[in-house]
């Protein structure tokens, strides 16, 4: 029961963040249709899952649940991420659908990867 608290504040914490920066975001940056707002919030979440994943292999304790399952599950937006993609699929974007993925998936591979060896030094 514990450990679904952790997750419960973890998830609120994650999801008024990833609003506050993908909101701030989004102002600041409005590159045409693409989505900035949402790109920056997945990439500062998979760098953070890697770093998060890295010390709790680690040290094994609750934390884990607030952090890793709370905070970068309500933080990340991979869900939002998909149904901006059909958006742009459905608006004809086909070169900003293409580089949203590829720059998505390219840049947060490399941003957990580079979470995890941070962490684990």
């Known amino acids: 029961m514990r450990n679904l608290f952790y997750i419960f504040i973890g998830g609120g914490l994650g999801s008024v963040m990833r609003f506050l920066v993908s909101s701030y ?3 600041l940056w409005n590159i045409n249709s693409f989505p900035m707002g949402t790109f920056v919030v997945n990439v500062i979440g998979c ?3 890697g770093m998060f994943s890295a010390y709790f ?9 607030l952090l ?5 599950g309500g933080f990340t937006t991979f869900s ?9 699929w459905e608006n ?12 998505s998936v390219i840049i947060g591979f490399g941003a ?6 941070i962490a684990k030094e």
């Open 80 to 88: 939002t991420f998909s149904a901006e993609n059909i958006s742009l």
């Open 25 to 27: 975001t989004q102002k």
């Open 47 to 49: 760098f953070l899952i």
């Open 112 to 117: 957990v990867y580079l979470g995890l060896n």
């Open 92 to 103: 004809g974007n086909y070169v900003v659908l293409a580089f949203y993925i590829l720059l």
């Open 68 to 72: 890793i399952t709370g905070f970068c």
């Open 57 to 65: 292999l680690k040290v094994d304790n609750y934390l884990k649940f």
